[in-house]
């Protein structure tokens, strides 16, 4: 339900080297550490195997990033000669003058010439230092949709069933990183044109296009997720689907009533948001020469997001038509969201096919490969392929479809059942699906949409000490990027604070 961004990488940078304060001298340096950490940290994720122990690593990122922003805010508004407002609420002004050409380099993650190369060595260089904050408040917004999707693909895909209050408190911290991530992305898509680069093309990552449709991604993902913490149908679906349930055993699973028309309003503006997303994505670099669009991968599972949205919808207008009595209409309804989901094949086959299941007439090897497809399924998840992990073939794992597998399981689990309902007791006529569809209602907001993003800033104690000289000892040695690479780390060149110093061939006691 929720996309899993490829974190970006970067190289060694000293920011004391190109800038200078003559107010808080530190102040450069203090930045440098920052980023080096940052630096670490990405790096040392790009090496894990993709899965829990990425999910888990990514606090340490987001830490990382909280960390330096403050110093960047206090560096850009040093540059622009505008004083900052700490934490206490009063306003320092910070003096920063530019010493050298200032080129930080980030590899770009949503450019399709570096996903299909990958490992790629490319990397995007800048000269400014908006460039710099422009990369690491995109990183921040992948890492909060990382960690709404970690956290909800790991409570809803869990090995033993989650209850109400699990799925509750999940989809809650989901919801409000993806909020927050829509505002990272806000705060980019109105952020000052002077990110030139000097890369050829320039990366479609700080497009203000691309930024605009994820902050528009991130709405629908959080548009939808409302609707999953109460959604009992696929609950239901996931739940009998998983082998180490033994919930079955004491009791059936409940489907309470919900309220579907508020819900399919709901999901109509989810998938308008997923709507605006794709032609927002797919527009940047049409128009290049060069191949610098949007990784299509992304791209597809928009779309794939906006079908399963709209699918939703109309499963919950048929849920309240069969509620009240109209089942000929919800089964309409059914059918509707079957074809809004583009899955293959008509009811006439569905319908063949629940027969023949149901009298045994099936064949034995459509039986095994059936379950053997769901078998793979079900190891890939609880291995957490399904949070994150993107197959060599370039295919999404079954997690990241956004959820249109599952939605197709519970549409096909509820017409079965409706069909034969109105087969044996109520008897309706069932009207064509679409002048449903051309009567769809316009859709409803449920989350305001979040302001821009504001940056952090530096507390009263922190710039007090950055009025101190720099310590030249707490230097950071970086290699050049030929020679590191991407497993290279440059590391932290300070001494342990309290203990004795290293011994040398020229120490005398």
């Given at each position: 339900m929720v996309y899993p961004f490829t974190l970006p990488t970067t190289s060694h940078l000293s920011l004391q080297s190109s800038l200078s304060s003559s107010t808080h001298p530190s102040l450069p340096q203090a930045a440098s550490t920052a980023r080096h950490a940052l630096r670490v940290a990405l790096k040392t994720h790009k090496q894990l195997p993709p899965g829990p122990q990425q999910d888990a690593h990514l606090p340490t990122i987001l830490t990382a990033l909280t960390d330096y922003l403050p110093y960047l805010h206090a560096l850009s508004a040093g540059l622009a000669d505008k004083p900052i407002e700490t934490t206490s609420g009063?306003?320092?002004?910070?003096?920063?003058?530019?010493?050298?050409?200032?080129?930080?380099?980030?590899?770009?993650?949503?450019?399709?010439?570096?996903?299909?190369?990958?490992?790629?060595?490319?990397?995007?260089?800048?000269?400014?230092?908006?460039?710099?904050?422009?990369?690491?408040?995109?990183?921040?917004?992948?890492?909060?949709?990382?960690?709404?999707?970690?956290?909800?693909?790991?409570?809803?895909?869990?090995?033993?069933?989650?209850?109400?209050?699990?799925?509750?408190?999940?989809?809650?911290?989901?919801?409000?990183?993806?909020?927050q991530a829509s505002a990272v992305h806000t705060l980019l898509a109105s952020w000052p044109p002077n990110l030139a680069s000097t890369s050829t093309p320039p990366p479609p990552d700080t497009n203000p296009t691309t930024q605009t449709a994820l902050a528009s991604l991130a709405l629908s993902e959080a548009t939808l997720l409302a609707v999953l913490k109460d959604d009992s149908y696929i609950a239901a679906c996931i739940q009998a689907r998983n082998p180490h349930d033994r919930d079955w055993m004491v009791r059936a699973p409940e489907i309470p009533k919900v309220r579907a028309h508020l819900f399919a309003r709901l999901c109509l503006r989810a998938a308008e948001y997923a709507d605006q997303a794709a032609a927002g994505l797919g527009s940047v670099g049409a128009h290049a020469k060069a191949k610098a669009g949007v990784d299509e991968r992304l791209v597809r599972y928009v779309r794939v997001l906006s079908r399963v949205a709209r699918a939703r919808a109309c499963r919950f207008f048929g849920v309240d038509a069969e509620l009240a009595g109209r089942i000929g209409e919800g089964i309409a309804w059914l059918?509707?969201?079957?074809?809004?989901?583009?899955?293959?094949?008509?009811?006439?086959?569905?319908?063949?096919?629940?027969?023949?299941?149901?009298k045994g007439a099936a064949s034995g090897l459509d039986r095994l490969k059936q379950g053997w497809m769901e078998r793979r399924e079900e190891r890939r998840l609880e291995k957490g392929a399904g949070g994150g992990s993107r197959e060599k073939s370039?295919?999404?794992?079954?997690?990241?479809?956004?959820?249109?597998?599952?939605?197709?399981?519970?549409?096909?689990?509820?017409?079965?059942?409706?069909?034969?309902?109105?087969?044996?007791?109520?008897?309706?006529?069932?009207?064509?699906?679409?002048?449903?569809?051309?009567?769809?209602?316009?859709?409803?907001?449920?989350?305001?949409?979040?302001?821009?993003?504001?940056?952090?800033?530096?507390?009263?104690?922190?710039?007090?000490?950055?009025?101190?000289?720099?310590?030249?000892?707490?230097?950071?040695?970086?290699?050049?990027?030929?020679?590191?690479?991407?497993?290279?780390?440059?590391?932290?060149?300070?001494?342990?604070?309290?203990?004795?110093?290293?011994?040398?061939?020229?120490?005398?006691?």
């Open positions: 009063t306003r320092e002004l910070i003096t920063v003058i530019p010493r050298a050409d200032l080129a930080p380099e980030w590899r770009p993650t949503l450019s399709s010439p570096a996903a299909a190369t990958a490992p790629s060595r490319t990397r995007a260089r800048g000269h400014t230092l908006d460039f710099e904050i422009a990369f690491v408040l995109t990183t921040l917004g992948y890492v909060l949709s990382g960690l709404a999707h970690s956290g909800v693909t790991r409570t809803v895909y869990a090995t033993s069933t989650p209850t109400a209050d699990q799925r509750t408190a999940a989809v809650q911290s989901a919801t409000r990183s993806l909020l059918r509707a969201a079957r074809g809004a989901l583009g899955v293959q094949g008509g009811m006439a086959g569905k319908k063949d096919r629940a027969e023949k299941a149901e370039g295919e999404l794992g079954p997690g990241d479809y956004a959820g249109r597998e599952e939605e197709g399981r519970v549409i096909e689990m509820l017409e079965v059942k409706w069909v034969r309902m109105n087969d044996t007791i109520n008897t309706q006529l069932i009207p064509p699906s679409t002048d449903l569809l051309n009567s769809l209602p316009s859709g409803r907001d449920i989350h305001s949409p979040p302001g821009p993003y504001k940056l952090p800033a530096l507390d009263d104690e922190q710039l007090a000490q950055m009025r101190a000289p720099p310590d030249d000892t707490g230097s950071i040695s970086g290699e050049s990027d030929e020679e590191e690479g991407d497993e290279g780390l440059g590391q932290m060149q300070t001494g342990t604070p309290g203990a004795y110093p290293e011994r040398t061939e020229s120490a005398y006691y």
